[in-house]
């Protein structure tokens, strides 16, 4: 009786989460159905990992789908590596190498913070059907807020810091497009980073992977991208987002496809395979530049402490000042994956930490389940400042 309703209660959630994402409608009930073998997937982690100790079995059991880098800046005797070395998807957490960008050059004094944007030139990068309640959501609160004027036009640091707490694609590809890509290479030079990838504007990068745009079956589609040298891959999204912005039968093309297809036109089990041809990183390379914020030798102090009050959002709309002297983050939460870097320190040692944790290539089940309750935003907070759940990783991963 227990169990069923816990299954009760999970169906319930999934719904609602669904329909949260998708819409209420028919079109939204049809693509619930059309799914309902791909719901299949993880359904046993479910019933297992409905705690963060349970989680901690997930990812002992699942080093393909999860890694975590979890150090200290002070003692790096009690790091905790998993997984560490592995690419990972890092879907939204590239946003973070367009806020270093913009950071230095605002220090530089190449980009002014209080430059009035137009919102209606932003609503171009938006495709139907890809997080665009995001979008939405960002603008509404942007407007309540009362950072839009009456031509329609916002503050560009403002769009940056909501892009970052509701990860806005469209924002952050007016961001790319306004920094520019000679300017975000050097920053990864400047970095030294030698396990990521260099970000591409998520427009492009979704009309690339459209398999009916291009006239292909997923499977044709996908195995093709697969074989593109990373070079070629990475020119045809810029292109392709250029062309986007600039060409308006192209855009009118691309919109009236995803409207009709409700973005990609593909089940949930292949928009999660898709994500494997995101930019990605280890959990090693991005726990460091954490580290580096941490202690203010992201680039110089200036552009640490320009980035971290973009990070800073969760310690100031989460409420998190019970546990936390201060904390920042970024997280991304996509069907298939879950991730977040951060930094903080806790109200009871003060130890300050630099974080990055991946969930990805997840289970469709047990993604909605952790989605639901953004299962591991809990766990990268808690691991800063809860010596139990670190404990409970360390003997997971060294079992």
Request: aromatic share 12%; no cysteine; proline share 4%.
């Given at each position: 009786?227990?169990i069923?309703?816990?299954?009760g ?6 719904v609602?989460?669904?329909f ?7 079109d939204?009930?049809t693509t619930l159905?059309?799914?309902?073998g791909d719901?299949?997937?993880?359904q ?7 705690s963060l100790?349970g989680l ?25 590596a998993y997984?560490e070395?592995?690419p990972?998807t890092?879907g ?16 530089e ?22 997080d665009?309640?995001n979008?939405e ?29 509701y990860n806005?694609?469209?924002?952050s ?7 520019g890509t ?7 030079s400047m ?22 745009l291009?006239g292909?079956?997923f499977?044709t589609?996908?195995?093709?991208l697969k ?11 810029l ?5 986007y912005?600039?060409?308006t039968?192209?855009?009118?093309k691309?919109n009236?496809?995803?409207s009709e297809?409700?973005?990609l036109?593909?089940g ?21 530049l954490?580290?580096?914020l941490e ?6 102090p ?9 990070m ?13 002297k201060?904390y ?6 996509r ?17 300050p930490?630099?974080q ?17 309750n ?10 800063m ?15």
């Amino acid at each position: 009786m227990r169990i069923l309703k816990f299954i009760g209660a999970f169906v319930g959630t999934f719904v609602l989460i669904f329909f949260l994402a998708f819409g209420f409608n028919l079109d939204a009930l049809t693509t619930l159905f059309k799914n309902s073998g791909d719901l299949q997937e993880g359904q046993e982690w479910v019933t297992q990992a409905t705690s963060l100790r349970g989680l901690t079995d997930y990812i002992g059991e699942n080093p393909q789908h999860s890694a975590v880098v979890s150090q200290s800046a002070l003692n790096p005797d009690t790091t905790i590596a998993y997984s560490e070395d592995a690419p990972h998807t890092m879907g939204t957490l590239s946003n973070f190498f367009l806020i270093t960008t913009y950071a230095r050059l605002v220090e530089e004094r190449k980009i002014d913070p209080d430059s009035l944007i137009s919102i209606d030139h932003i609503d171009r990068y938006q495709l139907p059907y890809i997080d665009a309640s995001n979008h939405e959501n960002a603008k509404a609160v942007l407007s309540d807020e009362g950072y839009i004027n009456e031509q329609n036009e916002a503050p560009l640091e403002a769009l940056i810091k909501k892009a970052i707490i509701y990860n806005d694609l469209a924002i952050s590809d007016y961001l790319y497009q306004k920094l520019g890509t000679e300017e975000i290479n050097r920053t990864i030079s400047m970095l030294e980073l030698q396990q990521t990838d260099t970000p591409v504007p998520f427009s492009g990068l979704y009309i690339t992977l459209h398999p009916g745009l291009h006239g292909n079956s997923f499977e044709t589609h996908f195995k093709k991208l697969k074989n593109l040298p990373d070079s070629t891959f990475r020119d045809s999204v810029l292109n392709t987002t250029r062309k986007y912005i600039d060409n308006t039968a192209f855009h009118e093309k691309v919109n009236s496809r995803f409207s009709e297809q409700q973005g990609l036109g593909v089940g949930f089990t292949e928009r999660r395979d898709l994500l494997h041809l995101f930019p990605k990183s280890t959990a090693t390379e991005l726990s460091h530049l954490m580290i580096e914020l941490e202690q203010d030798s992201l680039l110089s102090p200036a552009v640490s402490k320009r980035v971290k009050e973009i990070m800073s959002w969760p310690y100031n709309e989460q409420s998190l000042n019970s546990d936390f002297k201060y904390y920042g983050a970024i997280y991304d939460n996509r069907l298939g994956l879950l991730n977040g870097i951060d930094y903080g320190a806790s109200v009871y040692s003060g130890e300050p930490f630099g974080q990055a944790v991946f969930f990805d290539s997840l289970q469709v089940a047990f993604w909605f389940h952790m989605s639901s309750n953004l299962m591991h935003q809990d766990y990268q907070q808690r691991l800063m400042w809860d010596p139990a759940l670190r404990t409970a990783t360390l003997q997971e991963i060294n079992n």
